[in-house]
């Protein structure tokens, strides 16, 4: 990506060295399915400014790709897809081609309601006097080749964390490793995770947009390169049945604008406490468990996210939250030692990549901030494994149920007066309505096809 975070002439001169002829005009919509249209080199400098037309009624697609009857999303209007140059990279499996991600803006350019990159802006906006910082942790799962409906050819059948993992899939992970290097993309960690055939890979932590852009590049580039290598790779929450879900955790930290002079201040620490937790923290904790069942439907976004969020898959199945506790929704990773106040986060374990980023945070963010408003205590951390508890015990401990499926978590952001207020009318309308529309086309399928389209879209 590019450093400075306006620069088009930096693009220009990029293109040209780059050996660049198309540029695609990216944006995520409500399923987070990236998609967008591209423009020659040539025609770059203009439409940098002006932004490519795109019909509105797109951002009203289902994952079967047609629209929702909302008002106001028919035949009829435009929005503008506007690049933002710091979002810039090549696209290093598809040669000759780059890509940048876009603001939706009215014609007139003006931020628009149903925009997500927008919501996550506003959520910025709304966190004044924070900076936000954040990471996106995706796991994926490596085929032979392409799916077919009812069979998904694991690329490797190796043990958790198993080196024999490591050999089997180095050719890969070395090149994807290179290949988000190259792109700026800075990777910290990388794995074969629980299930055959799943692995995952870390970015460090970033400003919060740049985070959600960072996952997107990754999630882009770490399938189109498998694509290129006659390989597939699925981010879909449970691509197949019986296989351990992709979960995509979301960490969160608020920090103190760096001053100047001076050095920015991670706000989540406290040296003192037990759990390395400030105030604030906990408070940030409170607003998230208060919002977490309408949360769900942003974070866990599909009707296939519901078979990997439940107990037994450290998916954070139960609404609480604790130290290293894999099983409850909100985890606070034990911190680094040299960097504890650095470290120091709050990992949403309720996310997965059929959420798109940039709502997923944003919704995350606006909850946290009511926690600090209201100052909101998130009781006691729960430091056991809850699937070892009776239900009165986790009901003494005040751990909450979740929603069990898609329609579940869709009535419970309804019913989510702020969370419906924070996405607005229009996009709460037009979220709640593609959801209902997906909830019912995943019905009508049944579950094989479920798993396939998954594994294909994702
Ligand atoms: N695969 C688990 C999930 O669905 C996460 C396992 C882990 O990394 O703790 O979230
Ligand atoms: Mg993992």
Redesign the pocket.
Known sequence: MVSAPDDRARIADRLEADGIDLVRFLWVDHNSITRGKAVSRHALASRMESGIGLARTRQASALSDLGVPVAGFDAVGEVRLVPDPASYVRLPHAPGSAAMLCDLRTPEGEPWEACPRTFLKQALAAAAGFDVVAAF?P?FTLCAGPPTPGRLGLFDDSLCFDNEGFDAANTYAVRLVRALRGEGLDVETYHP???HG?H?LTLRHAPAVRAADQYVWQRAITRGLARDMGLWATFA?VPHPGL??????AHLSLWSPAAQDGEAVNLFADAADPLGLSGLARHFIGGLLDHLPGLTALTCASANSYR?LQPG????AFGAWGPDN?EAAIRIPSRLSGDEAGSTNIEV?IC?STANPYLALGALIHAGLDGIRRRLDPGEPLREDPNALSDDALRRRGVTPLPRSLEEAVEALERDDFLMSALGPVRGALYTAIKRADIRDAKDMGSAAEHHTHAVRY
Not at 244 to 249: D, K, L, T
Not at 313 to 316: H, I, Q, R, S
């Open positions: 942790e796991e995770e629980f299930a799943q995952e929450p351990r879900g992709n979960g995509n955790h990997r898959m450290w998916a954070g894999r374990k997965d």
